[in-house]
């Protein structure tokens, strides 16, 4: 169902609250359409497809973004150039995500991602940090927000003040860089840049939809998980822990770890990179295959 939220503007909200392999979505329409992120609901999106759609607009590369984008073969596709690799040919994708854990990745979903046909998508427009965009009368603005993956990019409409923040979604959860090509660094730098702006109306990628007003409390709360994390990590390791050990503590998902579902490779990477941003900042440093604090 679309929802009207400025002129031109409409809200596409994703099937089961916007949760993975969902997200939301926005339409643009004015003289000419576009489509930010064809995830939400296959059935209003084949319809949109049917009316005509001329722009895709993608945050960045990964599944729940872009499950969609083949009911639009013929619009022209607009990603951030740190993502297009991993669009335009799955070997990058799967280096993006997995790394040197590369071969990992059938048990991940890989193979069923090849089958689907959800890559391999060759960009029209390579999109930078403030580049502004046109449909019709409608200006767009693209804000690189790094760290989630190399190129996610929310999306500023300085007229309505509406922003799209894509998978900065402001969840409980808290911000997630699982990808060998994540980055938690990057993440909290991108959260200090989205406080620059003052939305009238933001629209997350997942979950929580649409918040009215200001949003800077809540860009707080996202990187306070951040640090949580890495407090529960400087607490395991009041002892030397390899990084295999730390993971099987379970500080980023919590009871929600096992070793023995896709969390586990979640929480082996986004503990990895804790793990480099505190040997960066000299918190903490490595001997063989244990990490030992030096503050």
């Known amino acids: 169902m679309r929802q009207p939220i400025a002129d031109h503007l409409f809200f596409l909200p994703g099937r089961r609250g916007g949760r993975f392999p ?13 489509v930010i992120d064809p995830a939400s609901d296959a059935k209003e999106l084949k319809t949109l497809a049917e009316e005509g759609v001329q722009v895709v607009l993608l945050s960045h590369f990964h599944t729940d973004h872009i499950r969609d984008l083949k009911l639009f073969p013929k619009a022209a596709i607009y990603i951030h150039q740190a993502d297009a690799p991993a669009l335009r040919d799955f070997e990058e ?8 854990l590369a071969d990992q990745s059938g048990n991940w979903g890989g193979r069923k991602l090849r089958e689907l046909g959800e890559y391999g998508w060759t960009p029209a427009r390579e999109l930078k940090d403030g580049e502004e965009l046109v449909i019709g009368s409608t200006r767009v603005q693209v804000v690189h927000t790094p760290g989630h993956t190399p190129g996610h990019s929310c999306f500023w409409f300085p007229e309505a003040q509406v922003l799209f923040a894509a998978d900065m979604d402001l969840t409980e959860f808290g911000p997630w860089y699982g990808n060998a090509a994540s980055s938690v660094d990057d993440t909290l730098a991108s959260i200090e840049k989205l406080k620059q702006l003052r939305p009238r109306l933001t629209v997350t990628g997942h979950e929580v939809g649409m918040i009215e007003g200001d949003i800077s409390d809540r860009l707080d709360a996202f990187a306070r998980v951040i640090a949580g994390r890495e407090a529960r990590i400087l607490a395991c390791l009041q002892e ?17 770890y096992s070793p023995d579902n896709t969390n586990h490779w979640m929480e082996w990477r986004m503990t990895w990179h804790h793990l480099r941003s505190l040997e960066k900042r000299g918190i903490l440093r490595q001997e063989g295959d244990k990490y030992f604090r030096t503050a």
Do not use: Q
């Open 22 to 34: 969902h997200c939301n979505s926005l339409l643009i329409e004015d003289a000419g359409r576009a």
């Open 93 to 100: 994708m799967i280096r993006f995500v997995w790394g040197h």
């Open 240 to 256: 030397p822990l390899s990084h295999e050990e730390l993971v099987r503590k379970g500080t980023i998902y919590g009871p929600h």
